[in-house]
């Protein structure tokens, strides 16, 4: 048991370390894009300077292999001079004519002895290192042009060994051209460091752009976090600043909007929960009075107690279920629309309606045809709850009317279905009240009901994609209505031109 308990201890003890490293969104998205930007850079610097070191070795290659038509021509303008030709008058005026290069030293050798240097001033003499004239003089070919590279304590040396022979002379002469490699590669190289120079100021200025753009883009992020900490089921209020028009901004609005929908959806259930919570202790409140002074001997106070108190349970039953109804209307699939005959349908509800009181006069004024898509239970279920109120609120013998109608708008076509009576009428201030859960009028206090017969109208009319409106004057008659959208069936839409 201690022994888990450590274990546990050090796992915590790890998560937190790892906690403390961690690195957030923001170094993330900085350290990424120095990264790519160092490694694009560093493959553009490498590549650019394999490019130019190739480039200088093949000028160094072609500027050595230059050299033998050069000394060709050397070898034949000196044809018809009076001295013989040998090869050492072909080297010797080979070196007062052909003028070294930059970074380049020529040598002569007459029978693999240095023999010849040019008067001009070198930058390097090849007869300074004995150990590179022997391998020259190993290397070179009496017939054909040698090229190599060597490391000698001159440096890193590329050359070319042109044999020299003139018929008639015993001599064999050599004409060697060599360039310093590490003189023309250190200009390649130091071009190199500043590139890197260049690439690391670069990175450094990326970097703290980068830093500033993503603190800025992950602002709202760190905004919501902040709210999002902040929030609670008792405050919801704190909101995420937008600014910008950038995903990020759309992000922290629609953060923003889920926050709007959880405090309604807080607030619509605390008031349920008041309301709902106020609805039951007065039947909970009239059974415990009746059962605290029942007396038990008394079969007639039994029986009536008894009767009273299933009638306010009953009552209970009612008011759960019209709240779990309510609760449930916010589904997505509250409705299962279907097609349905008009002219049936509404004949259908009348008859239904007729059953709630058979003494009134029920008219029946329809002027709506057709299929229409609607969930007809549903519809059944909020058209009839409208005849119920009709019946309980409106004079005793009245008669009610029932009306379907399609009205044509600017937003389409929508199907009307109404309930008139002719009660004592609704006071224009208490249009909007009456909808609201528990919502009564003060004269229907008594009047049996929950109170959330037209809430549960509402939201039938709502999961419809309707509303459901009253029309109503303070003296007498009131007229409540159910718009919902008129939505095409195939055939209707087929039969459209």
Same mark, same amino acid.
Not at 141 to 159: D, E, H, I
Not at 331 to 342: G, I, N, S
């Given at each position: 048991?201690?022994?888990?308990?450590?274990?546990?201890?050090?796992?915590? &003890?790890?998560?937190?370390?790892?906690?403390?490293?961690?690195?957030?969104?923001?170094?993330?998205?900085?350290?990424?894009? +120095?990264?790519?930007?160092?490694?694009?850079?560093?493959?553009?610097?490498?590549?650019?300077?394999?490019?130019?070191? &190739?480039?200088?070795?093949?000028?160094?290659?072609?500027?050595?292999?230059?050299?033998?038509?050069?000394?060709?021509?050397?070898?034949?303008?000196?044809?018809?001079?009076?001295?013989?030709?040998?090869? &050492?008058?072909?080297?010797?005026?080979?070196?007062?004519?052909?003028?070294?290069?930059?970074?380049?030293?020529?040598?002569?050798?007459?029978?693999?002895?240095?023999?010849?240097?040019?008067?001009?001033?070198?930058?390097?003499?090849?007869?300074?290192?004995?150990?590179?004239?022997?391998?020259?003089?190993?290397?070179?070919?009496?017939?054909?042009?040698?090229?190599?590279?060597?490391?000698?304590?001159?440096?890193?040396?590329?050359?070319?060994?042109?044999?020299?022979?003139?018929?008639?002379?015993?001599?064999?002469?050599?004409?060697?051209?060599?360039?310093?490699?590490?003189?023309?590669?250190?200009?390649?190289?130091?071009?190199?460091?500043?590139?890197?120079?260049?690439?690391?100021?670069?990175?450094?200025?990326?970097? +703290?752009?980068?830093?500033?753009?993503?603190?800025?883009?992950?602002?709202?992020?760190?905004?919501?976090?902040?709210?999002?900490?902040?929030?609670?089921?008792?405050?919801?209020?704190?909101?995420?600043?937008?600014?910008?028009?950038?995903?990020?901004?759309?992000?922290?609005?629609?953060?923003?909007?889920?926050?709007?929908?959880?405090?309604?959806?807080?607030?619509?259930?605390?008031?349920?929960?008041?309301?709902?919570?106020?609805?039951?202790?007065?039947?909970?409140?009239?059974?415990?009075?009746?059962?605290?002074?029942?007396?038990?001997?008394?079969?007639?106070?039994?029986?009536?107690?008894?009767?009273?108190?299933?009638?306010?349970?009953?009552?209970?039953?009612?008011?759960?279920?019209?709240?779990?109804?309510?609760?449930?209307?916010?589904?997505?699939?509250?409705?299962?629309?279907?097609?349905?005959?008009?002219?049936?349908?509404?004949?259908?509800?009348?008859?239904?309606?007729?059953?709630?009181?058979?003494?009134?006069?029920?008219?029946? &004024?329809?002027?709506?045809?057709?299929?229409?898509?609607?969930?007809?239970?549903?519809?059944?279920?909020?058209?009839?709850?409208?005849?119920?109120?009709?019946?309980?609120?409106?004079?005793?013998?009245?008669?009610?009317?029932?009306?379907?109608?399609?009205?044509?708008?600017?937003?389409?076509?929508?199907?009307?279905?109404?309930?008139?009576?002719?009660?004592?009428?609704?006071?224009?201030?208490?249009?909007?009240?009456?909808?609201?859960?528990?919502?009564?009028?003060?004269?229907?206090?008594?009047?049996?009901?929950?109170?959330?017969?037209?809430?549960?109208?509402?939201?039938?009319?709502?999961?419809?994609?309707?509303?459901?409106?009253?029309?109503?004057?303070?003296?007498?008659?009131?007229?409540?209505?159910?718009?919902?959208?008129?939505?095409?069936?195939?055939?209707?839409?087929?039969?459209?031109?």
């Amino acid at each position: 048991m201690v022994e888990a308990r450590e274990r546990r201890r050090r796992r915590s &003890e790890d998560a937190g370390a790892r906690a403390r490293w961690r690195l957030s969104v923001r170094s993330r998205i900085v350290v990424s894009i +120095l990264a790519v930007t160092a490694l694009g850079l560093a493959a553009s610097g490498v590549a650019s300077f394999l490019v130019q070191r &190739e480039r200088a070795l093949a000028s160094v290659d072609s500027q050595l292999l230059h050299t033998v038509p050069e000394l060709k021509s050397v070898a034949a303008s000196d044809t018809n001079a009076a001295a013989p030709k040998t090869a &050492e008058a072909v080297l010797r005026a080979a070196m007062q004519r052909m003028i070294p290069s930059e970074n380049e030293s020529v040598l002569g050798l007459i029978n693999g002895t240095p023999a010849l240097v040019p008067a001009a001033k070198l930058p390097y003499r090849l007869d300074d290192d004995p150990a590179l004239i022997k391998r020259l003089v190993s290397e070179a070919s009496p017939t054909n042009v040698v090229q190599g590279t060597a490391k000698s304590s001159l440096g890193t040396l590329r050359y070319v060994i042109v044999p020299v022979t003139i018929a008639g002379d015993t001599n064999a002469g050599l004409y060697v051209a060599a360039y310093d490699l590490d003189a023309i590669l250190e200009d390649i190289a130091e071009s190199f460091r500043t590139y890197i120079a260049v690439a690391l100021i670069a990175l450094g200025l990326i970097g +703290l752009v980068a830093w500033f753009v993503a603190g800025r883009l992950l602002r709202p992020i760190r905004l919501l976090r902040h709210a999002a900490a902040s929030n609670t089921a008792a405050d919801l209020s704190q909101r995420i600043p937008v600014t910008g028009h950038y995903d990020i901004s759309e992000l922290a609005e629609t953060i923003n909007g889920m926050f709007d929908r959880l405090q309604d959806a807080f607030t619509s259930q605390r008031r349920l929960i008041n309301d709902v919570g106020h609805e039951l202790k007065t039947p909970l409140t009239i059974i415990r009075g009746h059962l605290e002074l029942l007396d038990a001997r008394n079969p007639d106070e039994v029986a009536a107690t008894r009767a009273l108190a299933i009638d306010e349970l009953d009552r209970m039953s009612t008011l759960v279920s019209e709240i779990s109804l309510l609760a449930e209307a916010r589904a997505p699939r509250f409705v299962k629309p279907t097609e349905v005959d008009l002219e049936s349908f509404t004949a259908s509800v009348a008859s239904k309606a007729r059953a709630l009181d058979p003494a009134r006069e029920w008219r029946l &004024e329809s002027a709506a045809s057709g299929i229409a898509s609607v969930d007809a239970h549903r519809i059944t279920q909020a058209w009839l709850q409208l005849a119920g109120n009709a019946v309980k609120y409106s004079t005793p013998g009245a008669s009610i009317t029932l009306t379907t109608a399609r009205v044509e708008a600017r937003t389409g076509a929508w199907l009307q279905l109404g309930v008139r009576d002719e009660g004592p009428g609704i006071p224009p201030d208490a249009h909007e009240r009456i909808f609201e859960r528990f919502g009564r009028l003060e004269s229907s206090r008594g009047t049996e009901g929950s109170g959330l017969g037209l809430s549960i109208v509402a939201a039938i009319a709502d999961a419809h994609g309707g509303t459901v409106g009253l029309t109503s004057a303070s003296v007498a008659g009131s007229t409540f209505e159910i718009r919902i959208p008129w939505r095409e069936t195939p055939e209707e839409e087929k039969e459209q031109p």
